[in-house]
């Protein structure tokens, strides 16, 4: 049965990852007897096996509850667990363009985080009602007043007015759930207007195709009513509409306000697309709703199929898994080396350790995956314009006329005696100090300009470490700069690997040449012939390494005699060598390839 519009309530939990997220939404789960309470396990809504391994949220999820206020009045909560990391940053902005307020969960002992700061104007800039609330309050190391007090200078309003909760032990959620009631603002929609969905996600399902996560904005949506998507045009016929408990629960009908789901049995994933409007084919809609910027991946890298004829099945998963994620994109290429696999488009770091993870994992492939890159801007001698993104597309040095690299700007905030670590780290990478500020006596913001290729491959992990885990990262695009770039290739006894070149700054192009030849000399296996390895920038070698030769004593059975038939057996020796280097081919394992990738290792990457 519909609620009315009064009775509803869209919110969000934003926060930092593992500030509680998901913890609190399973209380509120429990509090409001959603859940059976022998079905309830920890991470309720973290349905994915990946998401409940690593202890992150990856995919947004929406459930709906019902709770009975202190008012007397039962209302219909919609809840969206978002993600906390940067990498994910595109789904919390889709999941809060579904709701009307959001719910700022700081973790009591590690105070306001960078991703807290980064969530907060997602949320202000949506036009949504904050409510801030402190969790982990039962922990030893909580400092509530101090932490309350870092919520207030952000969101310019008292610290009193802070919640305190333990999502852990459940203290405190009633009071964030009268809070969300009486705060975030009913759902504004004309209940009677034509229908109009906004699509904020989906998913695929082997047996009944695509599943359209939808907020109903205006009128309603009915089982068999025949549908249209605004923007892509499709048309199809509802077969099954309802909401999330998080199980999905059919009815017959969502009306203006609510959140559900829409099958309607289209097996082509591009069809419906997230950000498109549904409306009803007999009295459509005459204006979609706005829907969300197109999401621009800022890493590539190139995955292929260990087995050259899982390139169909890899084609087939990745189309599976642009539907659940937005923000991958891909394009068929072909290496010399690999043969033919796909350069694909990522978010970030994580985002890609995470795509290439459910792909071995949920298409049982075997991938093999390059050197992570950015996409440069190149301008050309003559006048045009290209964007490169493969080492491999990099045009010849003497067309060259500019290459600009892409620019983040970092936020970082830690304790104060990590300062000096911190802003160490961002000299070695590149990076142009802006500006420098206390959120507390203890707490310091840093903020940098940095090139994206220099934080995409181990930065993260380097900042962790030298701060001992303190120090937390957020960081957003700037634009392109010109940079003093070449590109490095690796030559194996004087052929290129393409799929070991690299685009580095001048600077830096002779000590990494110079580790990745040390690398390589290490994992690749002796031929019967010298393999010299060596690191070019243009032609000009910069450093090089060799495989000595497997070699046979042909001189051992000479006991003796003249040492003309010695030479002669060695010259001959010699002579066959020299035509096996000729025409012998070297066979590149797949450690050689995941050398490049632990180029950050020794903080030289």
């Not at 990745?318 to 978010?347: H, I, K, M, V, Y």
Request: glycine share 8%; net charge negative; charged share 30%.
């Amino acid at each position: 049965m519909p609620a009315p519009a009064d009775n509803i309530r869209n919110f969000s939990i934003i926060a930092h990852i593992d500030h509680g997220k998901s913890t609190l939404a399973d209380r509120i789960l429990e509090t409001t007897g959603s859940v059976d309470p022998r079905k309830h396990r920890p991470q309720l809504l973290d349905s994915m096996e990946l998401e409940r391994e690593r202890g992150i949220t990856i995919k947004a999820q929406a459930v709906r509850v019902e709770y009975a206020a202190r008012d007397g009045k039962t209302y219909r909560l919609h809840l969206i667990d978002t993600p906390g990391h940067v990498d994910f940053t595109y789904e919390v902005s889709r999941s809060l363009a579904a709701c009307d307020g959001a719910l700022l969960l700081v973790d009591a002992a590690q105070g306001v985080q960078a991703q807290t700061v980064a969530n907060t104007y997602l949320a202000i800039d949506a036009g949504l009602e904050l409510i801030p609330a402190l969790n982990k309050i039962d922990l030893p190391g909580a400092q509530p007043e101090e932490v309350a007090g870092e919520i207030a200078e952000l969101l310019g309003e008292p610290a009193e007015g802070v919640l305190r909760v333990s999502a852990k032990t459940g203290e405190g959620v009633t009071d964030v759930l009268e809070s969300i009631v009486e705060r975030i603002p009913p759902p504004e929609g004309d209940p009677d207007a034509p229908a109009r969905a906004l699509i904020f996600d989906s998913e695929f399902n082997q047996y009944r195709g695509v599943i359209a996560y939808v907020r109903v904005v205006d009128g309603e949506l009915r089982k068999g009513d025949a549908i249209q998507a605004m923007q892509t045009g499709t048309r199809a016929e509802i077969d099954d509409i309802g909401f999330f408990s998080p199980a999905l629960v059919p009815v017959a009908s969502l009306s203006a306000g609510e959140v559900g789901y829409v099958i309607t049995g289209i097996k082509d994933v591009s069809l419906l697309r997230v950000g498109d409007t549904l409306t009803r084919s007999e009295r459509p809609a005459s204006e979609p709703l706005p829907g969300y910027q197109e999401v621009k991946p800022m890493v590539f890298c190139g995955l292929f199929p260990v087995d050259t004829e899982d390139f169909g099945d890899l084609r087939d998963a990745l189309e599976r898994l642009a539907l659940n994620d937005a923000a991958l994109s891909w394009e068929p290429e072909t290496s010399q080396a690999l043969g033919f696999g796909f350069r694909c488009g990522f978010l970030g770091l994580l985002h890609m350790d995470i795509v290439r993870e459910r792909l071995e994992r949920e298409y049982d492939l075997s991938l093999l995956t390059t050197t992570p890159t950015v996409e440069y801007e190149v301008s050309l001698t003559d006048g045009a314009e290209i964007g490169v993104h493969s080492p491999t597309d990099m045009p010849d040095r003497s067309r060259i006329e500019e290459i600009r690299e892409p620019y983040i700007r970092a936020t970082v905030l830690c304790p104060k005696e990590y300062v000096g670590q911190v802003m160490e780290l961002c000299q070695e990478r590149r990076g142009t100090h802006v500006e420098m500020s206390f959120l507390s006596s203890q707490r310091v913001q840093i903020r940098y300009d940095l090139p994206l290729a220099e934080i995409v491959l181990d930065f993260f992990d380097q900042l962790k470490s030298r701060t001992r885990g303190f120090a937390s990262l957020d960081y957003e695009l700037i634009g392109s700069r010109p940079s003093d770039l070449v590109k490095l290739d690796i030559l194996l006894s004087g052929d290129p690997v393409d799929a070991l070149s690299m685009v580095v700054h001048r600077d830096k192009a002779y000590p990494q040449g110079r580790l990745l030849t040390e690398r390589l000399q290490k994992r690749i296996p002796r031929q019967q012939f010298e393999v010299a390895i060596q690191a070019a920038v243009g032609s000009k070698i910069i450093a090089r390494e060799s495989v000595k030769p497997m070699r046979k004593d042909v001189i051992a059975k000479c006991y003796g005699g003249d040492i003309s038939r010695k030479r002669k057996l060695l010259e001959r020796q010699k002579a066959g060598k020299k035509r096996m280097k000729q025409v012998g081919r070297i066979e590149v394992p797949q450690e050689a390839f995941l050398a490049v990738l632990e180029l950050g290792e020794n903080g030289s990457g």
